[in-house]
């Protein structure tokens, strides 16, 4: 994961304004039903994930899932993912869906990023863990602020100050407890992501071995490796952090 810098909020999302107030009036007038999950709210696609917010994320993102930072459209689509899930959540998997989600950011452009499926869909889906649980703001009368997270936010927080690599392991940096819940509940050291990695950390340990030779290609490694650690390089954290430390 790294930090990503969001442009301006897409214009489109300005119409989600309007479905947010009426899903607020909705939820008070029937707010038993959907806090035992009779009534559920219908969130419109068509707005948090029309074109020009995927394009925009896309651009932002350049590319690459917010979380495990693998680039997403020569595969997928990729899913325009609620940081704060908007119809349910979970405090741990093991527990059962707490309602309402966070019905009234399914359009805040904070709330949304582009995700590839397997974090997404297979991981992350409703679950949203917090230090403290009995903390957790369900009215958006409420100050979000107070609510402590332990997912790591892409843009409000420093990835890279929670985690850290060991080659194409990511553990969590000076003990981060937000650092190893985003690890191990996203799975980014899930089998498959680390074989890539792997070969990736090869490809460039080779690099870095030649930039700092005497052969003649020493400079192409060099502009090659100094690309590979610019924030639109797939798994980049692992690049800067193995830079850092010189490949050892
Ligand atoms: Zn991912």
Known sequence: MIRIVKSLAPE????????????????????????????????????????????VLLLDQHDKCC???????????????????????????????????????????????????????????NLFPLEDPSVRILSPKDDLARERPLFLHPTDDNPEEHLEFDKEVIRPRNASRRGSVTL????????????????????????????????????????NLDERVLDSAEYAAMTRCARRRAFE
Do not use: M
Request: with cysteine.
């Open 12 to 55: 489109v999302l300005r119409d989600g304004q309007t479905k947010t107030a009426a899903d607020s009036a909705d939820y008070q007038a029937h707010k038993t039903d959907y806090d035992s999950g009779k009534r559920k709210f219908s969130f419109d696609h068509d707005i948090y994930a029309h074109v020009d917010v995927k394009s």
């Open 67 to 125: 979380f495990c930072e693998s680039k997403i459209s020569h595969i997928a689509f990729g899913d325009v993912e609620h940081f704060r899930p908007k119809s349910a959540f979970r405090q741990s998997q093991r527990d059962r869906l707490g309602r309402p989600g966070y019905y009234w950011l399914a359009y805040e452009w904070s709330n949304l990023f582009l995700a590839c499926e397997l974090c997404n869909r297979r991981w992350k889906k």
């Open 184 to 223: 191990n509940a996203l799975r980014l050291n899930r089998p498959a992501l680390q074989d890539f990695r792997r070969d990736r950390y090869v490809l460039l340990k080779n690099l870095f071995v030649v930039a700092n030779s005497d052969l003649p290609e020493r400079e192409d490694a060099l502009r």
